[in-house]
């Protein structure tokens, strides 16, 4: 067990509709990572949220958005939803504090399947 | 842009044989490497990293992993290969906080690891 916990498990919604993912990282860890798992393209980051702030953006498409709260936990919206976005989302925290930034290692969290159909 | 290339889908070893799982990596500056393993329905579990230092890093469960700098490669390898050590692995680059990407994981395409009796 990692200590990130991801909810829901499983998700399954139709096409055009909007979902909201949750994570909450390890105690401690400042940083909040979304990852993106599909047969076609692997694994792919999404974004980075440190402390409640947006630092680094990957492939993400602006249909999502995410957001960091004061507890440190925080939720990826996925909205006008299309077939392929059918895929396991993952979560992973790092504590990602000056100096050891970016040797910090990141932990996973069981990821959220989600089905669009 | 940085990436991360393991040349084998999948590498099928008896159990009680050595095993290496191959990778290698391309990244600006000098790299962070990962190596996670996922078994089915699973989250990510981290297995071992290398920063700096000696070239052979020992991780969990009997892993290591050797770096060569000069092939640009880290390899995973175990002695001893168990059936239970069967599951997907990846292997993963980060760069130095500088260089602008140092945020995101960047992953291999994954090698299937089967071992058998």
């Known amino acids: 067990d990692s200590g990130v916990t991801q909810t829901p498990k499983h998700l399954i919604t139709a096409t055009g509709q909007r979902v909201t993912l949750r994570c909450s990282p390890r105690s401690g860890d400042l940083s909040v990572y979304w990852y993106q798992q599909s047969l076609d393209q692997g694994l792919q980051f999404l974004i980075q949220?440190?402390?409640?702030?947006?630092?680094a953006k990957g492939n993400i498409l602006e249909r999502f958005s995410a957001q960091q709260f004061p507890d440190l936990h925080s939720e990826l919206n996925l909205s006008s939803l299309e077939l392929g976005d059918s895929a396991l989302y993952f979560c992973a925290s790092s504590v990602d504090r000056a100096p050891t930034y970016p040797t910090d290692t990141q932990y996973f969290g069981p990821g959220t399947r989600l089905t669009v159909l | 842009a940085q990436s991360v290339a393991q040349p084998e889908d999948q590498v099928n070893v008896a159990e009680g044989n050595p095993l290496t799982v191959k990778c290698t990596y391309s990244v600006s500056g000098n790299p962070y490497l990962f190596w996670y393993v996922q078994y089915p329905n699973r989250g990510l579990q981290f297995l071992l990293k290398y920063i700096t230092g000696d070239n052979l890093v020992k991780g969990s469960y009997g892993f290591e992993a050797e770096f060569n700098k000069s092939q640009t490669s880290f390899h995973l390898k175990k002695p001893s290969a168990l059936v239970s050590d069967s599951a997907l692995y990846f292997c993963a680059v980060r760069a130095q906080a500088n260089t602008g990407t140092a945020s995101k994981l960047t992953f291999g395409t994954g090698t299937r690891l089967q071992v058998t009796l």
């Open positions: 949220y440190y402390n409640g702030e947006e630092r």
